[in-house]
C-alpha cells in the first residue's frame, strides 16, 4: 500500500500538490537550524590551511583585483567562491567568523533547495524529512563551518539538477528553453567553483540517455537534451585544460585522473566512498539508503530513477576514473544520498501502519520497528556530533583543524628580529604576518606554488639556513612533521639542535626556537 507517497499516477500525488504554507515553514524552519549550527562559535577553531588558500586568493582579489596566491602565482579552483569571499573580507575583514559565515548560509540555502529539489521527484513527507536530515547531519554542519566552497558547489549542483528537472518537464518549448539555460548557467557558476563540478552532468546525461532509449525515437525532445548535454561536456573539457593551473592538473589529472597514480593504502579500495559513509554516518542510515534508492525508482519510476543517477553517477566516477580519493569529493551529491533514506523511512513507515495478518509479517514487523528504534540510536548520536561541531570542535567530519592561532601568538609577540620558518606556509603568514622561508620542500613540493620559495631543497639546506641566521623560531605542523617516518632524521636533530618552548606549543603546532 501507499499510505504517504502515492503512485506516480496518482492526481493527489504530494509531488504535484500545491505547496502548503505549512510545508513551506517547516523547510524554513530547517534551514534556519542548518544556519544555528553552522555561525555558533563558526571563529573558535583556528585556520587551517585550504581555507587559508582561499583567503589569502580573496585578499588578493579585494585588494588588487586579482586571482592570485602570495607567491604571485595565479589562482583559479574556486573562482566563483573566491570573489564571494573578496566581497565579504572586503566588507568585515579576515576573521575566522566573517570568512567561514558564506559557507553556513549556503548551507541553510541548501536545505531549502533539498526540498524544492526533492518534493517535486519523491513527495512530500521525504522532502521535509531530507530537509531536517540534512540541516542536523554532521557532515554537513561541518562544511558548513569552513572556510571553503564545498557548501556553495553543493547548492550549485541542487539548482542545476532541479533546473534541468523543469526543463524535462515544461510543456512549453519556451519554458523548457528556459530551465534548461538556467541549468547550463549554474552549470557553469559550478565549473568555476571546482573543476570536479564537472560530473554535475553525469547525472543528468545519463538520466537524458535512458530515457532517448527508452523511447525509441531518433527525433524527440531527448535528442536535443543530449546533444545539448555533449556539447556542454566538450565545452568543459576545454574550459578545465584552459583554466586549471599547472598544480592541480598535476594532482588531479596527471596523477590522479583515469585510474590514477596516487597511492594511499586508506583511499584504495574502490569502495572507498561508500565504506566513507558508513563508517562515518552510520551503517544502518546507509543500509536504509539503499533500499530507499530501490524503491524510489520501483515506485516513482522515471521521477525516482532521476534522483537516484544524481547520486550514484557521479559516485561511479569518483570510484572508477579517480584515483585520487577524498570524501569530499562527494559532498555536492550528499543531499540525494539523504534524500534516499527519508523517502526509506516514509516508505517503511507507511508499511508499518498497515495491518498485518499472518505471523510472517507480524515477525518483519518487529523486526522493521527494531531497526527504526536502532536507527533512532544513531540519529540521536550523529545529532549530538552535530552540536558538538557547533560548539567549536576542533575535529569534524569535514577536517582536524590544527591550531595555529595561540603558537603563532607566541613567535609574533617574541620576534625580535628573528626569522621564521615553518612546516605549513599559510597558517603561519596569516597568523605572525611573516614567514621568512620553510621546510621540508623536498617532501611538500606541490606548496611551491603557493610559497614562492624552494631554496631549502633539502635538509643540509636547512641546517645551514639556521646556521647562517642567528636567531629564529621553527614552527612545525604534526601532521607534516612528526606523523611521518621519512622525517625521522630531521626530527631529531631539530629536537637535540633546537629549544621547544613548550607554554607556546599546542597538540598539533610545536614551536622550536634557537638563538639567544
Not at 574556486?78 to 573578496?86: E, F
Not at 528553453?177 to 543528468?204: E, P
Not at 499472518?358 to 544513531?378: E, K, Q, T
Request: hydrophobic residues 50%.
Amino acid at each position: 500500500m501507499h499510505a504517504t507517497v502515492a503512485s506516480p499516477q496518482s492526481n493527489e500525488s504530494p509531488t504535484r500538490a500545491p505547496y502548503a504554507p505549512w510545508e513551506l515553514g517547516l523547510a524554513a524552519v530547517a534551514a534556519l537550524i542548518a544556519l544555528g549550527l553552522g555561525l555558533a562559535n563558526i571563529e573558535k577553531p583556528s585556520f587551517w590551511h585550504d581555507e587559508l588558500v582561499h583567503l589569502f586568493v580573496a585578499k588578493s582579489i579585494a585588494e588588487t583585483g586579482v586571482s592570485a596566491l602570495p607567491s604571485g602565482t595565479p589562482y583559479t579552483n574556486g573562482t566563483t567562491y573566491n570573489y564571494i569571499l573578496a566581497a565579504v573580507v572586503k566588507v568585515w575583514g579576515a576573521t575566522e567568523g566573517a570568512a567561514r559565515s558564506p559557507s553556513a548560509f549556503f548551507a541553510a540555502c541548501n536545505v531549502l533547495l533539498t526540498f524544492f529539489c526533492i518534493r517535486p521527484l519523491l513527495g512530500r513527507s521525504a522532502a521535509l524529512i531530507a530537509a531536517f536530515a540534512l540541516a542536523l547531519s554532521p557532515w554537513s554542519v561541518a562544511w558548513s563551518r569552513e572556510a571553503r566552497f564545498y557548501t556553495l558547489q553543493q547548492g550549485l549542483y541542487l539548482a542545476t539538477v532541479l533546473a534541468f528537472w523543469n526543463a524535462t518537464q515544461s510543456r512549453t518549448t519556451r519554458r523548457a528553453y528556459g530551465w534548461g539555460g538556467g541549468a547550463l548557467a549554474v552549470y557553469a557558476a559550478g565549473l568555476l567553483t571546482s573543476f570536479h563540478s564537472s560530473l554535475f552532468l553525469g547525472g543528468v546525461g545519463a538520466f537524458a540517455g535512458l530515457m532517448l532509449l527508452s523511447e525509441r525515437k531518433g527525433k524527440s525532445r531527448w535528442t536535443v537534451i543530449c546533444l545539448a548535454l555533449a556539447v556542454a561536456g566538450a565545452i568543459t573539457v576545454g574550459a578545465v585544460t584552459g583554466l586549471m593551473n599547472p598544480l592541480d592538473r598535476g594532482t588531479v589529472v596527471d596523477r590522479g585522473g583515469l585510474g590514477g597514480g596516487i597511492v594511499d593504502a586508506e583511499r584504495a579500495v574502490r569502495t572507498y566512498y561508500t565504506h566513507w559513509l558508513r563508517l562515518n554516518l552510520s551503517t544502518g542510515f546507509y543500509l536504509l539508503a539503499l533500499f530507499g534508492f530501490a524503491a524510489m525508482i520501483y515506485r516513482e519510476r522515471s521521477r525516482g530513477l532521476y534522483a537516484a543517477l544524481a547520486f550514484w553517477i557521479p559516485i561511479a566516477v569518483l570510484t572508477l576514473f579517480i584515483g585520487y580519493r577524498r570524501p569530499r569529493f562527494m559532498f555536492f551529491a550528499y543531499p540525494f544520498y539523504v534524500a534516499a533514506y527519508a523517502y526509506a523511512g516514509v516508505v517503511l513507515l507507511a508499511w508499518l501502519a498497515t495491518p498485518k495478518r499472518d505471523w510472517l509479517a507480524r515477525s518483519a514487523w518487529v523486526i522493521v520497528v527494531l531497526f527504526m528504534l536502532r536507527l533512532g540510536v544513531s540519529a540521536y548520536t550523529l545529532a549530538n556530533d552535530s552540536i558538538d561541531a557547533a560548539r567549536g570542535a576542533d575535529t569534524t567530519l569535514a577536517r582536524r583543524h590544527p591550531q595555529w592561532r595561540e603558537p603563532s601568538a607566541y613567535v609574533r609577540e617574541n620576534l625580535d628580529g628573528a626569522v621564521v620558518v615553518t612546516t605549513t606556509y599559510l597558517p603561519a603568514l596569516h597568523y605572525i604576518g611573516q614567514v621568512d622561508n620553510w621546510y621540508p620542500t623536498e617532501y611538500l613540493w606541490w606548496e611551491e606554488d603557493e610559497t614562492g620559495y624552494r631554496d631549502l631543497e633539502t635538509f643540509d639546506d636547512f641546517k645551514e639556513y639556521v646556521r647562517s641566521h642567528p636567531k629564529g623560531f621553527y614552527i612545525a605542523e604534526w601532521w607534516r612533521w612528526d606523523r611521518n617516518d621519512f622525517l625521522s632524521e630531521e626530527v631529531v636533530w631539530v629536537e637535540a639542535h633546537l629549544r621547544r618552548i613548550d607554554e607556546a606549543s599546542s597538540d598539533d603546532v610545536t614551536v622550536y626556537a634557537w638563538g639567544p
